[in-house]
Every structure is written in structure tokens, then in C-alpha cells.
């Protein structure tokens, strides 16, 4: 059964709370795992999920007057919701997808169809080095060959002279041209340099590298020489959206208490919050204190791309996927996943030619922590948010 709201919470948060329960079992339904669950877990499941069916009523028509426009609306959306948990129930993958979407539309989220833009694998890695920093290492099939043969012989290498920093022209890269469109990499030209010394490339190799092969060579110079990690753009992110609306995240916190909880049993945790009064409280205080002095997403959401990264292809700023403007601090379980559950192809469209549908989210929207207003946040522009996400429609516009 879904838990009563406690006096004095609006009926919106009910709501909400059976979504948080039910989207994620629709999510697992459709996942391969899910899908040979065995039927004690099954029937455990439909009963679990038939206490929130007999409870919609009161979570989305009971305050609203019979024959009037917003009653038909909220009744449509029990209705979906009554099939969705019966779908799941029966374990019907495609008619469960077919439901999410149809929810996510009646919740005001858009779908869109755009054409798949054809960015490399070296821009997209680019991209995701700049979201993420270092942590990821390239494979050894990624490195170029004259990189891998030099890897193999450079210790036979060790008396060969070594250059210094400033013999190296970083323009004679061809894969600089990638690098010097984020400003996290500029900004750490002379390391390059440094790593490049250090691994005694000669210069006239330089033009023979690739962009995986300049990040290995710069991760191993900083592991080895353990420099601070640079602050690449997910944590700028955080902290630019805790330091805007810090005040709105903790309204979002309080009122969502109910919320919160529940998203944990999701991921099988608990952490008592029931028995200790200040538990919860101090679970809030430490998200917010690492969010400001870390950069770190708080626990249970993730960061979301407004505009994909594999639909970001830009000639002229490769950095424009990782601005605040196209990023959305966003509830993982179920939301975060929901976004990209329908990242596929739009069947019957060439390869050279293909159409994607996408879930599109409003460009001021910088966090979403479910469907109703009152749990997203939208971000007032100023002169560090205006590169946005149409600038990318722009130059595709100009390209075509």
C-alpha cells in the first residue's frame, strides 16, 4: 500500500509519491532482468501495486469538480496510470513504454524529432571528459597506431634526448582543433606540453596523435605528478545551481520529504529516517555542503543534457553540450531514466539521414524533481547562462 501524506501535504505530492513508486517497476518491467523475474516476485509485485490502483482515485479526481475540463484531464491520467500498472502487472514491455510516454505527455513533457547529428566518437569523448574530467581512460584499440607502437618501444627509448615544455606547438596536433574548443583544456596547454615532454614525443610525431591519446598522456602525468583534478563542467555546474537557488532546493527537500524516501527504498536502501528525527535533516545539510565545496551531485539524482550529446555536433564550440544553459540537475529513479528511454531511432529513416525522437525540457529548466511545477526549478538568465542550447539549432540551421 502507498503510505498516507501526512496532514497538511498537498494532495499533488500523493500523487507524485505514486509515481516515484510505480514508473520505476515500469522501468524495471521493460529491462531484460526484470523480465525473467520469477512469479513470486511477480505476484509479490501485483499486490504491492494494486494497493497504490485502489488509492488513484483519491490521488487524482477527488478534488476536482465532475464535468469540468481539468476533472476529464486528471481522470485521462488515472486511467493511463490503471492500465500501466495492470501492463506491468502482465509483464506487456511494449504496451508499458507505450503508457510512460503517454503520462510523460500528459505531465506537459514534449517529444520531439529532430535529425541525428554525426559527431565523431572523438568529439563525443572529448565531451564527456570535459563533464566528467579524467576518471575515464581510453581503451588501447583507441590509441593511434603510431601511439600504441611507441608505447610498446619507449622504454628502449630512455637515452634519446629529451625536449623541452616549449618545443612542442600544440596547433601541429590535428586533434587540437577538438581540444581548444573547451576552455578546461586551454586552460591546461602548458600541461600538455609538460606530458608531452615527459613522454619524450619527438615533435615531429606530434601531428600523428589522436584526442584519446592526448588524454592518456595527460592522465598519466597527473596521476604521476598528482596534481589537484581539474574542475570540469559537471561540478561547475553544481556549483553554479546551488549558488542560484540553494533557497528553491531546500523548499524542494522539505515539501518532498516523502519523496526522497522513497527514492531510496527504490535503490534498496534505507536509512532510518523515521527513527531519527534530525537523520533527514542532516541528510540535507551534507548534500548541500558537498554541493558548494565539492561540486558533487547530491544523492539519488544525476545530471541531464537538455539537448543530447550525439545531437550536439557544432563545428565551432564542442564545449556548448556541457553549458549550464543545456544542463538539468534531474531525480534519477524514474525521471532521469524516462528522458532517455526513448533515445532511439525513428524506424524507416536511412542511415545517412535519421530522425530521433527525444523528450525535450523546457531551455530554463535547470532542475526537475518530478512532473508538478512546484518540484522543478527554472533558472532566470544572466550573462553567464546565455550561451544556450539554441545556438547549437543555430549553426545547424546556417550548416543545412
Not at 25 to 33: N, V
Not at 114 to 143: C, M, N, V
Not at 225 to 243: G, Q, V
Request: hydrophobic share 35%; with cysteine; charged share 25%.
Amino acid at each position: 500500500m502507498i503510505e498516507s501524506t501526512p496532514p497538511g501535504i498537498e494532495l499533488n505530492l500523493g500523487k507524485e509519491l505514486a509515481y516515484i513508486i510505480i514508473l520505476p517497476k515500469a522501468l524495471d518491467a521493460i529491462s531484460q532482468k526484470q523480465r525473467r523475474r520469477n512469479k513470486s516476485n511477480s505476484s509479490a509485485l501485483y499486490e504491492k501495486l494494486l494497493g497504490i490502483k485502489n488509492s488513484l482515485d483519491d490521488l487524482f479526481i477527488t478534488t476536482f469538480h465532475r464535468n469540468t475540463e481539468e476533472y476529464r484531464h486528471q481522470l485521462y491520467k488515472k486511467i493511463i496510470t490503471e492500465k500501466l500498472i495492470l501492463n506491468i502487472a502482465c509483464g506487456k514491455t511494449s504496451e508499458i513504454k507505450q503508457n510512460i510516454e503517454q503520462i510523460m505527455k500528459e505531465e506537459n513533457l514534449h517529444f520531439v524529432e529532430r535529425e541525428e547529428s554525426q559527431i565523431s566518437a572523438e568529439e563525443k569523448f572529448l565531451i564527456k571528459t570535459d563533464f566528467q574530467g579524467l576518471s575515464h581512460y581510453p581503451s588501447q584499440e583507441q590509441f593511434s597506431p603510431f601511439f600504441q607502437k611507441y608505447i610498446k618501444n619507449h622504454n628502449h627509448d630512455k637515452n634519446k634526448p629529451h625536449l623541452s615544455p616549449n618545443d612542442y606547438n600544440l596547433e601541429k596536433i590535428p586533434a587540437w582543433k577538438y581540444f581548444k574548443q573547451f576552455p578546461s583544456f586551454v586552460e591546461r596547454s602548458q600541461t600538455f606540453k609538460l606530458a608531452l615532454a615527459e613522454f619524450n614525443i619527438p615533435k615531429q610525431d606530434i601531428k600523428n596523435l589522436n584526442s584519446y591519446d592526448l588524454i592518456a598522456i595527460l592522465k598519466n602525468y597527473s596521476v604521476k605528478h598528482k596534481l589537484p583534478p581539474f574542475e570540469n563542467s559537471k561540478m561547475k555546474f553544481i556549483k553554479f545551481f546551488i549558488k542560484h537557488h540553494e533557497q528553491e532546493l531546500r523548499d524542494y527537500y522539505q515539501i518532498n520529504k516523502l519523496v526522497i524516501i522513497q527514492a531510496y527504498r527504490n535503490k534498496g536502501l534505507n536509512f532510518n529516517f523515521d527513527e531519527n528525527p534530525n537523520a533527514y535533516q542532516d541528510f540535507v545539510e551534507k548534500s548541500i555542503y558537498q554541493m558548494k565545496e565539492f561540486g558533487y551531485v547530491p544523492p539519488l539524482f544525476n545530471i541531464h543534457h537538455k539537448y543530447p550529446v550525439k545531437d550536439c555536433k557544432s563545428e565551432k564550440d564542442l564545449s556548448l553540450a556541457n553549458a549550464p544553459s543545456n544542463l538539468c540537475l534531474i531525480l534519477q529513479s524514474p525521471y532521469h531514466q524516462m528522458m532517455h528511454l526513448f533515445d532511439t531511432n525513428i524506424l524507416g529513416k536511412s542511415i545517412f539521414n535519421r530522425k530521433v525522437k527525444r523528450v525535450e525540457l523546457p531551455q530554463d529548466l535547470i532542475f526537475f524533481g518530478g512532473f508538478d511545477k512546484n518540484f522543478q526549478i527554472y533558472h532566470k538568465p544572466k550573462e553567464e547562462y546565455k550561451t544556450t542550447i539554441l545556438t547549437f539549432i543555430k549553426q545547424k540551421k546556417q550548416r543545412n
